[in-house]
C-alpha cells in the first residue's frame, strides 16, 4: 500500500494515528514528520505571499508564531483523534484556554464554567471577570444548575470531561442539549479523558480543548496545547467573529479568528520540537490509557477498602456519584485519581513514605505522580474554594504511570500502614 492510501475498511484507533504521518505525505518516505525550525518562509512571487498572509493560498506558511509544517502535521493527527474539522496547537494547555477566552468573548458577555475546573484555569477565570466578562461558576453534575445560570447575554458554557483533583463528571449530555437549544458555545477541556476515552463531539461540543502535556503526549518531557474545532457549532450565528473573518464557509470562522487573535497576536506558539515530541507519543496513546486506567482501577479498589482511607474518587468504581455517565460514555476510566485521608495530619507523611509515586506537579508522566492538594495546586484558591470544590485537607492526589499495578499497591500499603 503506498503512503497516501488508506485501507478499504474503518481502522481503529491506534492504527490511523501510528500511520498519519507518513500518509500525510511526510518527505521521503518518513514514517515521522520531520522538525521544521525555520522561522521565515520565502515565495518566488510576491502574490504567492500575500495569498499566505491573507489566507487565499491554502496549505502554505509565512512566520512561524501561526505555525509551521511540523505543528501542523500534530493538527491534523489531533482533528483526526477528535473527528474534528480543524486544530490549532499553542505552547501550552493554558496558552490555548487563554486564547480561546480572550478571543471569543467581550467585556460584557457572560460565561457559565464548571466549578470544578483545573486551578490555573479557575485562576484564569477570576482574570477574566477582571477583564469585564461575567462568570457563573456552576455544579454541572447537574444540568438544571447550568440552565439556571444562563442568561440573555451568554455566550459560551465550559466543562471538563472528568474535574482535576476531585473526578466530578458533569451531565455532559443534557449539558449540550441545553447549548444547542440555546444556541450556545460548548466548549470541553477533554485532556484527562482523551481523544482516545472520549470524544466530545458525541454530546455536542463545539470546541475541545486538551494539555498535550498530560496523557496524549505522555511522557512528561513537552509542553503544548491543543483547541479543536468539532464542526458541531454553527459560528455564522456567534456574535463575536470580527468582520474580517466573516468571509467563506462560516465552519472556518472560529478556528480563523483563534488562529489571527489567539496565537498570531498573543504569541503562544508551540515549538516544532516540541511538537514532534508530542506527535511521537501520541502513538502509544491507546496503550498508555488502557494500562494506567486497569492500574488505577486497582489501586482504587485496594484504597476504597483500607481502614486509613475515608473516600476514593475514582470513576471506574460503583460508588462514584457519576460512575453511570462514566460508564456510558467513557472507554475504560482514568488514570486521574484521588483519596482522602480519615487522619488529616497523616496527609504529608504518607506522602513522604512512597517510594514509588514522584512527589510532583503535573500530570500523566509514565511514572505515578503524588501531590497533597489543598496545600500545593489549590492552596492559592483559598479555604472556601477547595470547600465548593470538595477539596479535602486531606486530598492526596494520584496520577497512575506505567509501573506494574502489584508494586503500586504493595508501596501504598507500606506508606498507610
Known sequence: MSASEKSPRQEGFSTQIVHADRRGGAEWGAVHAPIHTSVQYGYERVEDLIGAFQGTLKGTFNYARQGTPTTAALESKLSQMEQGVGSICFATGMAGICALFLTLLKAGDHLVASQFVFGNTNSFLLTLADLGVEVSMVDVTKAEAVAQAIRPHTRMVFVETLANPGTQIPDLEAIGALCQEKGLLYVVDNTVLSPYGFLPAQVGAGLVVHSLSKIIGGHGDALGGVVTDTGRFDWSQYPNIFSAYRKGDAKGWGLQQLRKKGLRDMGGTLSSGA?????????????????????????????QQHPAVAKVHYP??????????????????????????????????????????????????????????????????????????????????????????????????????
Open 316 to 417: 471506574g468504581l460503583t460508588s462514584h456519584p457519576q460512575h453511570a455517565i462514566a460508564k456510558k460514555w467513557f472507554k475504560g476510566s482514568s488514570w486521574l485519581m484521588s483519596f482522602e485521608l480519615k487522619d488529616a495530619q497523616q496527609c504529608l507523611p504518607v506522602c513522604n513514605r512512597l517510594h514509588l509515586p514522584l512527589k510532583a506537579t503535573g500530570l500523566a508522566d509514565t511514572r505515578s505522580l503524588i501531590i497533597p492538594v489543598a496545600h500545593t495546586i489549590f492552596w492559592e484558591a483559598g479555604p472556601e474554594t477547595r470547600r465548593a470544590m470538595g477539596i479535602a485537607d486531606s486530598l492526596i492526589r494520584v496520577s497512575v504511570g506505567l509501573e506494574d499495578a502489584a508494586d503500586l499497591i504493595a508501596d501504598f500499603d507500606q506508606a498507610l500502614k
Open 275 to 303: 511538537a514532534h515530541q508530542i506527535a511521537v507519543g501520541a502513538e502509544t496513546l491507546a496503550l498508555r490509557m488502557a494500562r494506567t486506567s486497569a492500574t488505577a482501577l486497582a489501586l482504587a479498589e485496594f484504597l
